[in-house]
């Protein structure tokens, strides 16, 4: 098992050293992705059911965006929302569509206090990578 994880974080480290990959690796980090939460604010106070919006761009376009609670994924979200003002910011990614935003609803469940919230990209090539987190204290 030793060797075939060896294996993998060399592949991983080789995939990451080459400057344009063929095809990425599913789970490397790709520098190429970017997204921002804008709700909850970080540091916001939320109840146990609460909106999670925000947007992610790449160069090969968002496929999906991944919202975990902690380290626990709790939902999943397509691109939904037109955001012509990242179109006019990031015109290098302009090109991949228009619909670079998204909003899911998430529901806490008995997890109650500090929590960390975190976005991950996952392009259409299938690279994912974490591209935004924030802190939210979660009521009852």
Known sequence: MKKLTAAVVVLGALALACERPKRPLPGVADPRLMGYIDRPADGSTVGPEFLVA??????????????????????????????PDLDAAFPQYAGTGPLHGFGVLVDAGPRAGYRTLRLEAVDRRGSAMYVANARVKIEP
């Open 54 to 83: 925000g947007w992610a761009m790449g160069k090969h376009g968002i496929a999906r965006v991944r919202v975990y609670l902690d380290d626990e994924l709790v939902e999943a979200a397509t691109m939904t929302g037109a955001r």
